[in-house]
């Protein structure tokens, strides 16, 4: 997993395969991203060792790994991918550049606990990572005491004497959940852990930090909520140990979609019984739009009909959902609209621009709403450059619409690196499987 380079790669173009076949096959998928970058932030914070084992192994991951390197963690590699974690002294003092890529969890999530580390460190990352939104995280540390350069988002650079005392603390994370689990991750190793409270009129996948949530109890941590969008986590030690890291739910999308776009089955192995993951919402969502999931033992079985029904629903739980419930919605028989998600502006693109933009460019009728897409089928669906805009989320989107749409060429096929590197492969491999 160290071995590889986590330097973006260069674009490859890639024409999305059209077939006429009902797929019938089983995709074994890669860890959570998700789960696997804050378990990583909390073995760099724990006071023993952590065998991580069956993490992700992608860009966004690498980022991690070689961020908490820089922090004085050491991280080793073990048998098929594991990883063993060991701690950095409390003492240490750190002068170091992290680079953030365009991944958000090492963003939001590094600094926090970079500023347990005495010493000064400059944070940044990919240029469409400058972007993103960091006020929220920037103005967090500064009122913890942590001195913070004049900037509003990319590079910044933090000092810290190695201290935090923490406590109450308000927030304002509309733009994002990982301002707040950044926070939390960080907020055992502060004085007088933190009672944090967001301010903001809308608070986006609440799922992920509930995730969090359940990521420190299960290292012993005491945290609770008082009020939906309240938290207190007391201080105290983060402890190691063994940590197994369920497959990724949310790369799981483009796969239950091939299913109902050829009307065929998938099933998807190691699926968790219970999970914090927001990718266990698309049973719910892919029933709506005319699937029949079951889930048999540890796998979950999705059947198709070839018809695709539109859908109207709030994706504020778990906006990442949303490209794969979008890409389907091109492809149904009757209208969708897809809200709560007016957050996906500031995510590795403005994801609610860039699919408008790209789903009218191949023929189809897409309109961006104030927090949202509205969609009505078109039979005028044609091929052509479908842009990535650097996004993971949008080539897998492209590749769904391709089942159908002979011609769709996927700008960079290379950005699925971030979180699947083996999207192609696996992707290949599946569409093979006849019905």
């Known amino acids: 997993m160290l071995d590889n380079s986590y330097s973006p790669k260069a674009k490859r173009t890639w024409l999305a395969p059209t077939i006429s076949h009902a797929v019938s096959g089983t995709v074994s998928l890669p860890g959570s991203k998700s789960l696997t970058n804050r378990e990583l932030v909390l073995s760099a914070l724990a006071q023993s060792p952590t065998h991580l084992r069956k993490p992700l192994d992608s860009r966004d991951s690498q980022l991690m790994i070689e961020s908490l390197r820089r922090l004085g963690t050491q991280i080793t590699s073990g048998e098929g991918g594991d990883l063993v974690i060991v701690p950095p002294t409390a003492d240490i003092s750190v002068n170091t550049t992290i680079d953030c890529g365009l991944a958000g969890t090492v963003m939001r999530f590094v600094p926090p606990m970079a500023a347990l580390s005495q010493g000064t460190i400059l944070f940044d990352g990919d240029e469409a990572a400058r972007r993103r939104p960091m006020s929220a995280t920037i103005d967090s540390l500064r009122a913890l005491g942590v001195n913070v350069s004049d900037s509003k988002g990319l590079p910044f650079t933090i000092s810290s004497s190695g201290v935090i005392e923490g406590g109450y603390l308000e927030i304002d994370a509309s733009a994002s959940s990982q301002f707040v689990s950044g926070l939390l991750l960080a907020a055992p190793r502060f004085t007088k852990g933190i009672e944090l409270r967001h301010i903001g009129e809308h608070l986006p996948s609440l799922p992920h930090i509930e995730m969090t949530l359940e990521c420190l109890r299960e290292r012993g941590v005491e945290v609770f909520q008082p009020e939906p969008t309240l938290w207190v986590v007391k201080p105290g030690p983060i402890s190691g140990g063994e940590k197994l890291i369920e497959p990724d739910l949310s790369n799981a999308g483009p796969f239950l979609a091939a299913a109902l776009v050829t009307g ?95 789903i009218n460019n191949i023929g189809g009728e897409a309109k961006e709403l104030f927090d949202g897409i509205a969609i009505v089928p078109s039979s005028d669906l044609h091929g052509g450059l479908w842009k990535t805009y650097e996004d993971h989320r949008m080539a897998t989107a492209g590749a769904i619409i391709g089942l159908r749409v002979t011609g769709i060429e996927i700008e960079d096929i290379n950005v699925v690196s971030k979180t699947m590197p083996n999207f192609v492969e696996l992707w290949s491999a599946l569409l093979e499987q006849k019905a």
């Open 264 to 358: 065929g089955t998938v099933t998807v192995a190691d699926w968790p019984k219970s999970t914090t993951q927001v990718g266990k919402h698309f049973v719910e969502l892919l029933t709506q739009m005319g699937a029949d999931v079951k889930q048999d033992g540890t796998e979950l079985v999705i059947t198709g009909t070839g018809s695709i029904k539109g859908i109207d629903v709030d994706l504020s739980i778990g906006g990442e959902l949303a490209p794969v419930i979008i890409a389907l919605a091109v492809l149904a028989d009757s209208p969708s609209r897809i809200t709560g998600i007016a957050h996906l502006r500031g995510h590795e693109t403005d994801r609610l621009a860039a699919l408008t933009q790209e």
